[in-house]
């Protein structure tokens, strides 16, 4: 099993960025897959996620109404795009996987590698 995040960059306040996860040795249609962040000296947290069966999400307080999540099943990516950044929202974004959907940063299954996201002017 293999996810790979990937499309981070450095983006102005206000600007928007598409990150995506490409995932691989399992089904979008029977695992969960969340977004996740760390901050520099900071915990990491739960962005965003969607569910394997009926695609329903979820989104942090902090970035409900900014963030979009979606799934491309026959390609097995899953994206999120960002919108109106803040510099708050700097930090390594990762994907993750679940079985069950249960979203936490110590109930995911499987990591792929971060992505950098940084929003400075």
């Known amino acids: 099993v293999q996810l790979q995040a990937s499309g981070g960059g450095l983006v102005q306040p206000g600007g928007s960025l598409k990150i995506s996860c490409e995932v691989s040795?399992?089904?979008?249609?029977?695992?969960?897959i969340g977004w996740f962040r760390q901050a520099p000296g900071k915990e990491r947290e739960g962005v965003s996620c969607?569910?394997?069966?009926?695609?329903?999400?979820f989104y942090a307080d902090s970035v409900k109404g900014r963030f979009t999540i979606s799934r491309d099943n026959e390609k097995n990516m899953v994206y999120l795009q960002m919108s109106s950044l803040k510099p708050e929202d700097t930090g390594v974004y990762y994907c993750?996987?679940?079985?069950?959907?249960?979203?936490?940063?110590?109930?995911?299954?499987?990591w792929g590698k971060g992505t950098q996201v940084t929003v400075s002017s």
């Open positions: 040795g399992l089904s979008l249609k029977t695992y969960f």
């Open positions: 969607i569910s394997s069966s009926d695609g329903d999400t």
């Open positions: 993750a996987a679940n079985r069950f959907d249960v979203f936490g940063p110590n109930d995911m299954d499987y």
